[in-house]
């Protein structure tokens, strides 16, 4: 087995001199995986995998066995290593390079069709897969939208997109299906969320008709000194808002600290720092994973209260943004992605 992958198919491992019989003893032996009928795995490698490298390893070979396929959509963003929601999808995802072919998808790959130049092919370490603009806007069409709002985040903060390029290739796209909610989406980017999290809450926000806010504020007092930076600031309302911010800003603890030392320490970091901010006059509203994930009634009525209970008139407090240290209305990085919001 040392000549074949990880996970590889029935007919891989017939071609490399299994026979049938050795398979199917295999996986009664407890040495290979059935992960569906035809594709196996050697157990002991899969059951160590986390979800997102056994799916990977599942697209390579769905690539690598099936032709003119090219890696492509939630599949591809992976393999770009764009931050994906915590479970993945149960089917690889690939593009069909020859539109005119019949394949439907199986248990364990989803194919799809359009037009696709070779400029939008990668191909990186032997696998093919769509290049990082393509494969931006299909998840755009085609995941969920906080999922996908966090992919096209994620490619804007890395410089593997630009608004420019996605621009174009939403052009490409024009007339495919979902476009409508890609340009949605990207009214929406913005690379200067940091994480999953915040992408996706961004979205819930919007769903809400909330007012937009500026990712990544550093607050200062009226003496320009640091006090913090949050995850979303909306200046003029005098809130500012922290998704699941552990340990970005809590006192490290020393590291033969046990877990019940480390985490009082967090508590009273994060305390002391909410103060602070309260202090200028601010209204903090925090939210974890869980609050964006369910149902969001819990979560709206406390932004609903944070901003009764604001008093912008009274904030002391100035922002400016992390990413250039300009004034929230001057940042060069909002200016880049005007385009998408139609200023």
């Not at 899969?46 to 056994?54: E, F, I, L």
């Not at 990207?186 to 990712?215: C, K």
């Not at 009764?308 to 992605?337: I, M, N, Q, Y």
């Amino acid at each position: 087995m040392e000549a074949l992958p990880i996970c590889f198919t029935r007919a891989e491992a017939l071609a490399d001199g299994w026979s049938a019989r050795r398979l199917d003893a295999a996986v009664l032996g407890g040495r290979l995986e059935r992960i569906v009928p035809g594709l196996y795995a050697d157990a002991a490698a899969w059951s160590g995998m986390p979800p997102w490298d056994r799916h990977l390893a599942i697209a390579r070979t769905a690539s690598r066995t099936t032709p003119d396929a090219i890696i492509s959509h939630a599949s591809a963003a992976a393999l770009l290593g764009l931050p994906m929601p915590p479970h993945p999808p149960e089917l690889a995802t690939l593009t069909l390079l020859d539109d005119s072919r019949t394949s439907r998808e199986d248990s364990w790959r989803r194919f799809h069709r359009g037009a696709t130049p070779p400029s939008h092919v990668w191909i990186r370490k032997g696998t093919p897969f769509l290049v990082p603009g393509r494969t931006v806007v299909d998840c755009l069409r085609d995941m969920r939208p906080g999922d996908a709002l966090a992919v096209v985040d994620a490619a804007l903060r890395r410089g593997l997109v630009t608004s420019a390029g996605l621009a174009e290739m939403r052009e490409h796209q024009r007339r495919w299906p979902g476009i409508a909610v890609a340009d949605l989406l990207l009214e929406l980017a913005d690379g200067r969320r940091e994480s999953w999290l915040e992408s996706v809450s961004a979205y819930v926000f919007a769903s809400w008709e909330a007012p937009p806010g500026v990712p990544q504020v550093v607050v200062r007092d009226e003496y320009g000194r640091f006090v913090a930076r949050v995850d979303v600031g909306w200046e003029g309302l005098g809130v500012v808002g922290e998704a699941d911010g552990r340990g970005k800003y809590l006192l490290d603890a020393p590291p033969d600290a046990g877990q019940e030392e480390a985490a009082a320490r967090k508590v009273v970091a994060q305390g002391v720092r909410e103060s602070r901010l309260r202090d200028l006059g601010l209204e903090v509203l925090r939210w974890e994973t869980a609050d964006v994930l369910g149902g969001q009634d819990a979560l709206r009525q406390r932004w609903e209260a944070a901003l009764r209970r604001a008093r912008p008139d009274v904030v002391t407090a100035r922002f400016e943004c992390s990413c250039c240290a300009r004034p929230l209305t001057d940042c060069a990085f909002a200016t880049r992605t005007d385009r998408f919001r139609g200023s």
